[in-house]
């Protein structure tokens, strides 16, 4: 299982894009990267998964570069209700151990 | 998509006695499940992964006499917390897979507040 490292937390303001990076040095060939949301108290949510290069839908996109080493979450626009932690993970689909990081808490200010 | 339900989501209980939690898949059918457990400011922790019809594998560190999994069907697998003790009081959380919606990653349930006091 790929390890992966992201940055503890990040801070940022309503209205502004964010970017979080995610490293995963030893990526494996059929590994996919996926992206969840946790807010307290709850299970996480999926965000976001992709393969290679540039991958978006309605709340997210995904930029990985061609070596697959690192991978960017970018949020557009954020709000404070998007203030969470958001986890980096690295697997193969028919995989079946979800081992989460440590995460990236990310604080939204007005 | 697919929902997975988790019941109860918080629970208090009296040091040496047992808890269950259930995880079930609501659309599809999970031939395998995952609990997770997390404390405070903390990532998640894989505890054990529950297969149906057959025994749970744990994670190194977990007691599998303590944390009892049991998959009997294809969209329900229990975690028992047997005789808890205040230092079991976690966030405990399950997860399927869909297999038919591979590009939507893991479904997790709620998660269940357990207080033992």
């Known amino acids: 299982l790929a390890k992966t490292t992201q940055p503890i937390s990040m801070d940022s303001y309503e209205g502004q894009e964010v970017n979080i990076t995610c490293s995963h040095n030893?990526?494996?060939?059929?590994?996919?990267i996926t992206w969840y949301q946790q807010f307290p108290s709850q299970g996480p949510r999926f965000i976001i998964q992709?393969?290679?290069t540039k991958v978006t839908n309605e709340v997210a996109s995904l930029f990985i570069p061609a070596d697959r080493k690192s991978s960017t979450l970018s949020l557009p626009r954020v709000s404070l209700s998007d203030t969470a932690v958001y986890y980096c993970l690295v697997g193969d689909t028919g995989g079946f151990k979800t081992i989460f990081g440590a995460g990236t808490r990310l604080f939204v200010k007005a | 998509g697919a929902v997975v339900s988790q019941h109860p989501s918080w629970v208090i209980c009296k040091s040496g006695t047992s808890v269950k939690i259930e995880c079930r898949s609501l659309?599809?059918?999970?031939?395998?499940m995952f609990w997770y457990r997390q404390f405070p400011k903390q990532s998640l922790m894989l505890m054990a992964t529950s297969n149906e019809g057959s025994k749970a594998t744990y994670e190194q560190g977990v007691e599998k006499d303590k944390f009892l999994i049991n998959h009997a069907s294809l969209t329900l697998s229990t975690l028992t917390v047997t005789s808890a003790h205040p230092e079991d009081s976690s966030f405990y959380i399950c997860s399927a897979r869909d297999h038919a919606a591979p590009n939507y990653g893991y479904t997790f349930g709620s998660g269940t507040r357990l207080t033992v006091v």
């Open positions: 659309d599809f059918q999970a031939t395998t």
């Open positions: 992709g393969y290679k």
């Open positions: 030893n990526i494996a060939t059929n590994d996919y």
